[in-house]
């Protein structure tokens, strides 16, 4: 029997499949069903038509899974931030191991037992450094609120997470369990402040209102955080009694910043930004180094596990004394700096202006005097003249962001074949994708999954390189 949208079954969730949805099979179709746990029993509306499987919505649990806990937060259903939060933590690194067990077979045509035991999070819940919250004119509504009979309003005043799939609807947050508790009052604040003020929301469709976002950095290793206002506007009028009514209320906060984005793009980057409050960063520490972070800045989410994350890195780099190391996709420098004592030369390259400026900065901070910080495209700019002006390096580590390296990179890498290449990547499937070229000159030794995103399915990976010699 064709499986049809719209149609009604009762499903046994079999497995978990990457992005954190629950599988099924229905008469040897494969259904992928959001929020349910291996074990569960549930009735389902099919979503979604595809070819070679089917995507569904639960309707309703009518047998739980054993393993199925109670989530801590009341949002965990419907909410986009924790897909996982109704698995216990054991139980979704066991399913993460396995995750990057079958994208290192499935896709890069590997042996899965190169895949070593996954590395698991000391605090499952409150690990984030960093939140991007969203306001909007338009909220998610409850389960409840669209089977209700009557008319509800969305329109409105809303802050917090984007609902899944949706970039014109806001899930109205009543509380957050990702960052430290701070997090989620600061939200708050804003939130009636703006109400109280007739601060309006960033309407997406209109292109209209003033509020877009609110991003909040804290730091593990210091007292600092960051508050900062991403603006459709520039408007001094605005933003400074909030400035003020926040640092009156959280005198916690170090440094508050205005990020103005007046352009249709979505992201929470300003086009410019203004210094409101504070020095405009805040610092951390990863290792031996300190680290100062701009509000636009990448830095690793989760602190602590950075920490092991990098400590496998350097391990699978086995540096020499008197080596030359790479470092593409370098951020702020968190990676280059914390090799730097092992090696005579290690060198960054990044694509963000602002990284790049925070990775010098960096480097003199800490009294690291052996990196250099190249500007530029990784595709255009990781080349033979860059080669020829920087010399061949021993080891190279890569961390690219979650579309994986470009093709180009990958050639070159794959045509360079040096001693060493590490391979940092928080996405598997495109790690295994770009391994599965670079594996014509180099042996994929191992493959270290390190969990940085509890409650998610998201995972990060180490995998070591090294050259194949001809015999």
Same mark, same amino acid.
Request: with cysteine; aromatic share 8%; charged share 25%.
């Given at each position: !029997?064709?499986?049809? +949208?719209?149609?009604?079954?009762?499903?046994?969730?079999?497995? =978990?499949? *990457?992005? &954190?949805?629950?599988?099924?099979?229905?008469?040897?179709?494969?259904?992928?069903?959001?929020?349910?746990?291996? &074990?569960? /029993?549930?009735?389902?509306?099919?979503? @979604? +038509? +595809?070819?070679?499987? @089917?995507?569904?919505?639960?309707?309703?649990?009518?047998?739980?899974?054993?393993?199925?806990?109670?989530?801590?937060?009341?949002?965990?259903? =419907?909410?986009?931030?924790?897909?996982?939060?109704?698995?216990?933590?054991?139980?979704?690194?066991?399913?993460?191991?396995?995750?990057?067990?079958?994208? !290192?077979?499935?896709?890069?045509?590997?042996?899965?037992?190169?895949?070593?035991?996954?590395?698991?999070?000391?605090?499952? $819940?409150?690990?984030?450094?960093? !939140?991007?919250?969203? *306001? &909007?004119?338009?909220?998610?509504?409850?389960?409840?609120?669209?089977?209700?009979?009557?008319?509800?309003?969305?329109?409105?005043?809303?802050?917090?997470?984007?609902?899944?799939?949706?970039?014109?609807?806001?899930? %109205?947050?009543?509380?957050?369990?990702?960052?430290?508790?701070?997090?989620?009052?600061?939200?708050?604040?804003?939130?009636?402040?703006? +109400?109280?003020?007739?601060?309006?929301?960033?309407? /997406?469709?209109?292109?209209?209102?003033?509020?877009?976002? $609110?991003?909040?950095?804290?730091?593990?290793?210091?007292?600092?955080? !960051?508050?900062?206002?991403?603006?459709?506007?520039?408007?001094?009028?605005?933003?400074?009694?909030?400035?003020?009514?926040?640092?009156?209320?959280?005198?916690?906060?170090? /440094?508050?910043?205005?990020?103005? %984005?007046?352009?249709?793009?979505?992201?929470?980057?300003?086009?410019?930004?203004?210094?409101?409050?504070?020095?405009?960063?805040?610092?951390? %520490?990863?290792?031996?180094?300190?680290?100062?972070?701009?509000?636009?800045?990448? *830095?690793?989410?989760?602190?602590?596990?950075?920490?092991?994350?990098?400590?496998?890195?350097?391990?699978?780099?086995?540096?020499?004394?008197?080596?030359?190391? *790479?470092?593409?996709?370098?951020?702020?420098? /968190?990676?280059?700096?914390?090799?730097?004592?092992?090696?005579?030369?290690?060198?960054?390259?990044?694509?963000?202006?602002?990284?790049?400026?925070?990775?010098?900065?960096?480097?003199?901070?800490?009294?690291?005097? %052996?990196?250099?910080?190249?500007?530029?495209?990784?595709?255009?700019?990781?080349?033979?003249?860059?080669?020829?002006?920087y010399g061949r390096p021993d080891c190279i580590i890569t961390d690219p962001p979650r579309s994986g390296m470009h093709p180009d990179v990958v050639q070159q890498l794959s045509d360079l074949a040096v001693d060493t290449l590490v391979y940092v990547s928080c996405n598997p499937s495109t790690m295994a994708r770009d391994l599965k070229e670079l594996k014509n000159n180099y042996h994929i030794e191992q493959v270290q999954p390190v969990d940085m995103f509890p409650q998610t399915y998201h995972i990060e990976t180490v995998a070591r390189c090294t050259e194949k010699v001809s015999t």
């Amino acid at each position: !029997m064709s499986l049809k +949208k719209g149609q009604v079954i009762n499903l046994e969730i079999e497995s =978990t499949a *990457f992005k &954190g949805k629950g599988i099924a099979k229905h008469d040897g179709i494969a259904v992928f069903v959001p929020g349910t746990a291996p &074990g569960d /029993t549930v009735e389902a509306r099919i979503v @979604r +038509k +595809k070819k070679k499987f @089917r995507e569904a919505k639960v309707l309703e649990i009518l047998d739980p899974s054993p393993i199925r806990i109670t989530p801590t937060c009341s949002h965990a259903s =419907t909410c986009g931030g924790c897909t996982w939060q109704h698995i216990p933590y054991e139980k979704q690194l066991e399913f993460k191991e396995q995750h990057v067990r079958d994208h !290192m077979e499935r896709i890069a045509g590997l042996d899965p037992d190169i895949v070593q035991t996954i590395i698991g999070c000391d605090r499952s $819940l409150y690990y984030r450094n960093k !939140m991007e919250y969203s *306001f &909007g004119t338009r909220r998610w509504l409850s389960d409840e609120e669209i089977q209700a009979d009557k008319f509800v309003d969305d329109s409105g005043f809303a802050a917090g997470l984007h609902a899944p799939g949706r970039y014109d609807k806001i899930l %109205n947050l009543r509380e957050c369990h990702l960052q430290d508790p701070i997090s989620y009052r600061l939200l708050d604040f804003v939130r009636n402040y703006c +109400k109280e003020h007739s601060i309006p929301a960033f309407d /997406t469709h209109e292109k209209t209102g003033f509020m877009r976002h $609110l991003v909040i950095r804290t730091s593990h290793h210091t007292d600092d955080l !960051m508050v900062n206002f991403v603006t459709y506007k520039d408007d001094a009028d605005i933003i400074q009694p909030l400035a003020n009514a926040l640092q009156e209320n959280f005198p916690e906060i170090t /440094t508050i910043i205005n990020n103005i %984005n007046d352009q249709p793009n979505p992201t929470a980057v300003g086009r410019y930004e203004n210094v409101i409050y504070g020095p405009g960063y805040i610092v951390d %520490n990863i290792g031996q180094h300190s680290f100062k972070i701009d509000a636009n800045a990448f *830095f690793q989410t989760n602190t602590r596990q950075a920490e092991k994350l990098y400590s496998v890195a350097k391990e699978y780099a086995d540096l020499k004394s008197g080596s030359k190391l *790479f470092d593409l996709y370098c951020g702020v420098g /968190t990676l280059t700096l914390f090799m730097a004592d092992s090696v005579e030369k290690a060198v960054g390259i990044e694509l963000v202006d602002v990284a790049i400026k925070n990775a010098k900065f960096n480097a003199r901070e800490n009294s690291v005097e %052996n990196t250099e910080f190249v500007l530029g495209d990784m595709k255009d700019t990781f080349n033979e003249p860059f080669l020829e002006k920087y010399g061949r390096p021993d080891c190279i580590i890569t961390d690219p962001p979650r579309s994986g390296m470009h093709p180009d990179v990958v050639q070159q890498l794959s045509d360079l074949a040096v001693d060493t290449l590490v391979y940092v990547s928080c996405n598997p499937s495109t790690m295994a994708r770009d391994l599965k070229e670079l594996k014509n000159n180099y042996h994929i030794e191992q493959v270290q999954p390190v969990d940085m995103f509890p409650q998610t399915y998201h995972i990060e990976t180490v995998a070591r390189c090294t050259e194949k010699v001809s015999t």
